[in-house]
């Protein structure tokens, strides 16, 4: 392999540090589909001292990120500082020196985006942002490639989990907005000063990065029509679904009839909508293509990790992009996991018997399953007006070749007519 | 603009004919994204004579696809006829001619895709493969690329539509497996032979590409354990239901202590899991990755134009990587769809009122509803214990301005105390 990729860094907070420990835990997978050893080779950060999650060279850090962005030994530029002063700026400097840079900054390129993209655009050098959206979820890059033969017709998001977490509360506990938000700060989930969040400005940001993607039309933040959940009550929740819906803080962007509508909002929606069942912090995107249809995208859309996966995906591609000017052929699979035969592997069961209905008959199974180290999680055992009666046991994990031995045994009672079916539970899925 | 690229096709069944259509419906679209106008060259088709629903030059069309393989004016060949003879051959030597090469083709991917790539790699040649797993929805480049920075632990799908479209109709409607099978047939869901998809042989072949790539493990489709989905009964759904769970036909992929469970069969997961949101023919792919978290890509499995879709993406990277050696730069945004106002968006509209509890309050809101073109599609009225009491209303699709200009005039009747609460239904997202 040729020399490493040298990376600086512009940040170590959240994201910063799942970026490092990401290259730390994976460095052997990430550098072969890189096709280069990837080094971090300068981290600037506001303050020497804070204390930090991840193990890091300490000869590494400056707190003076102009010197990153003009090092001639740095390759490439992650910058993931947040905020558009000093980070719009240190972008331009580092494209403008031939850097490709990646970013997770939402508010930079949702505000600067297009004169970010038109200035690396004339100067031949990546831009990347697969972090600003949604954190793990790919996002940037479906929209881009993998849709290049739809037109889009709408993209509808979930893609603010402080929000989205305290309306699945709400909606589940019937509890008030302020209750909620109290118990999410205490919890971590949303900031001390909640409103980015609960206004729907992050939403925005994020809104407008997509939308100016999908439809290949600017969209300044300004533009995103927007509203927060604050004055959401459990009584409007529990109305709504009396009427089959239920509450999201949706962002949209939508083309009709020539223009584009960009909005976010509180909304209900269908229950039975895949967006429905996007509870907790969970983000998705729902994508609407002329030849497509409907796609979904869901996952988390925060977190060290989550956001550091992004990041990292989008290095690995700027790596590849220097060292062989593409993202590379698929070569055919080299490693060599062995397959494990199907009778060594775990899972819980769901086992349904006809049994006579006779005392004394569950025990004689359960002694059977016990002898097979088969442990019963829960039962259903039907009324008594039928003979055989239908008898359903779901078990703990077990390895398959226990199961069977254990049915084999069961099956050969006398008060056992039919082991009706066996299905496995993926409970852990 | 360069030469147009000149494109292959092999085979115009359901597939084929959507790839076409595609091409024509956004050439201009799809010519701006390649950057190259991409013009079809040949067509090898069984039969001459077929009527065909998308509109072809006759003189394109052949009976012989060797001749296409072997054409030097043909750039990229698109390989969607199916099954492994003489797909694979075809494949092997337009490779061998210095064509790249895309297909849709599951069998012959699962059965001979890692000679086929290793024959690719030698070659310098791309072979790509979207559209063979999950019909339109992107998962071959998110596992290769957008998880680069991943050990992907876990890939559990719903990848078969017919399987799905049969469970969910026992579970929906408690009939049983043989009689919504026919219907299934009836309504072309489902095969005159069904038993590809019901014994579960289509998605062994679809987890065994995907677990290929994941795991960077070669995984031939007999590593697959198979169980298909004819033993299911209604009373296993309702037995299952009483526990908190839905029955899902499940293609799983899974690392354990280093080896592979590959495996596909009936499953019960929890009710609250996003893949048992995944009703009727959708397909869903759930993705576990140890930076990133849980994902899941939930579309159109199959079908003319979300499986063309996945192609003419596939098609699009081949062209950029034909005249660019890369998959280019993203462009700033260049279009310019202007941005509708708020007030000039259509939605339905949920608003709640607290209203006096006296005779006729009903008729002045509807009154001043109607006055202002606002449609009303459902009321809540509750209970007459409280003065005020709640009234609910869901209105019909209205503009924005109307439902503005009636809530100001409802806010000012003497019988209305409050205007509570007016939230967006979106019920077509």
């Known amino acids: 392999m040729e020399k490493p990729v040298q990376v600086g860094l512009l940040g170590c907070g959240t994201v910063g540090s799942g970026v490092l420990s990401i290259l730390q835990a994976n460095a052997e997978r990430i550098a072969a589909r890189a096709g280069a050893l990837i080094e971090v080779r300068r981290v600037a950060v506001r ?29 490439i530029v992650i910058e ?46 990546d831009l990347f942002f697969e972090g600003s959206v949604a954190g793990g979820i790919p996002i940037i890059k479906p929209l881009r490639e993998s849709l290049a033969a739809n037109r889009v017709q709408a993209i509808v998001g979930i893609i603010n989990g402080t929000t989205n977490y305290v309306l699945t509360r709400m909606s589940r506990e019937g509890m008030p907005f302020a209750e909620v938000l109290r118990e999410a700060q205490a919890l971590g989930y949303a900031e001390a000063d909640p409103a980015s969040d609960v206004e729907g400005y992050d939403a925005a940001f994020k809104i407008a990065i997509l939308a100016s993607l999908a439809f290949e039309t600017p969209v300044r933040v300004e533009d995103v029509y927007c509203e927060g959940i604050t004055r959401i009550t459990p009584e409007d929740i529990r109305y709504g679904r009396e009427l089959g819906y239920e509450i999201k803080l949706l962002a949209i962007a939508r083309e009709h009839e020539g223009r584009l509508e960009v909005r976010v ?141 254990a049915l084999a045994q069961i099956s050969r009672l006398p008060v056992v007519r039919q082991v009706s079916n066996v299905i496995r539970v993926e409970a852990e899925v």
Chains 1, 2 share one sequence.
Do not use: C
Request: aromatic share 6%.
């Open 80 to 125: 993931v500082m947040g905020g558009v002063d000093p980070a719009r700026d240190l972008i331009a400097a580092a494209v403008d020196n031939g850097k490709p840079v990646i970013t997770a900054n939402k508010e930079v390129l949702a505000k600067h985006g297009p004169e970010l993209l038109s200035l690396a655009a004339r100067r031949g050098v």
């Open 265 to 405: 909002h509180p909304a209900f929606i269908p229950a039975a909508h895949p967006l429905a069942a996007v509870t907790d912090v969970f983000n998705a995107i729902f994508v609407r293509g002329d030849a497509v249809g409907e796609l979904m995208f869901y996952g988390r859309g925060a977190g060290s990790l989550p956001t550091g996966s992004a990041v990292v995906a989008d290095l690995v591609d700027a790596v590849r992009r220097l060292r062989f000017g593409g993202n590379g052929r698929l070569q055919p699979p080299a490693a060599q996991l062995p397959i494990k035969p199907i009778e060594e592997t775990v899972s819980r069961y769901y086992v349904s018997l006809k049994v006579v209905d006779r005392p004394g008959v569950l025990a004689k199974i359960a002694a059977a399953f016990g002898e097979n180290d088969v442990s019963i999680d829960s039962v259903i055992q039907k009324g008594r007006l039928e003979d055989p009666v239908d008898l359903v046991f779901v078990t703990h994990e077990v390895q398959e070749a226990n199961i069977r031995r």
């Open 47 to 75: 303050d020497l001292k804070k204390y930090r999650t991840v193990s890091l060279d300490e000869a590494l850090l400056t707190t003076d990120p102009w010197e990153v962005v003009s090092d001639p030994s740095v390759d």
